[in-house]
């Protein structure tokens, strides 16, 4: 949980999902020539938030939250001209005791990434975790994600998820 310290799990020996299954990675998507023109207006899109999100580290297992298949791209949705982004992760067992943790991380990845103008929602896919509301409740109260911020503890192990790989 957020304010929690979430490596407590990982960093006691056994992990929850010792053997979890790996996807392939998608491809990376070629730049057109339109993304390229800096005259033209380059609205984001799902995919380029999906990329953003894609190769964070998962906080248990050195595999990306893509590999693990924690995000997909059919589950971003972007709306550039009302400048929101929705983001539907999938924990790979539903007790993850990570789920905020990597609810949290996404979330930071966008924030850092995206113009100030965007609403950034982080949740769980609906039926995919025993405590999905109470994870989204906190992912959604900006006080809470602030006050987890400010946890120098947590900061480090959200900025070791966004690190890339080692």
């Known amino acids: 949980m957020v304010g929690q310290d979430p490596s407590a799990s990982a960093a006691g ?24 023109d800096d005259e033209l207006p380059d609205a984001i899109d799902d995919r380029e938030i999906f990329d953003l999100i894609r190769s964070i580290n998962d906080p248990e297992h050195p595999l990306t939250l893509e590999e693990l298949n924690v995000v997909e791209q059919v589950r971003v949705k972007v709306n550039d001209a009302e400048s929101t982004v929705s ?17 949290l991380s996404v ?16 949740h769980i896919t609906p039926g995919t975790h025993a405590s999905e509301h109470a994870v989204n409740k906190q992912l959604a109260d900006k006080e809470r994600v602030a006050a987890a911020l400010e946890n120098n503890h947590l900061l480090e192990v959200v900025n070791q998820c966004l690190s890339g790989r080692p």
């Not at 020996?13 to 390229?36: C, F, M, S």
């Not at 983001?87 to 609810?103: K, R």
């Open 13 to 36: 020996g056994a992990l929850e999902n010792a053997n979890p299954l790996i996807y392939r990675r998608q491809g990376e998507r070629p730049v057109t020539a339109r993304e390229e």
């Open 87 to 103: 983001v539907e992760f999938t924990p790979t067992i539903p007790h993850c005791s990570m789920a905020t943790l990597i609810g």
């Open 107 to 122: 979330k930071v990845k966008l924030i850092r990434s995206l113009p100030e103008r965007f609403k950034v929602d982080v």
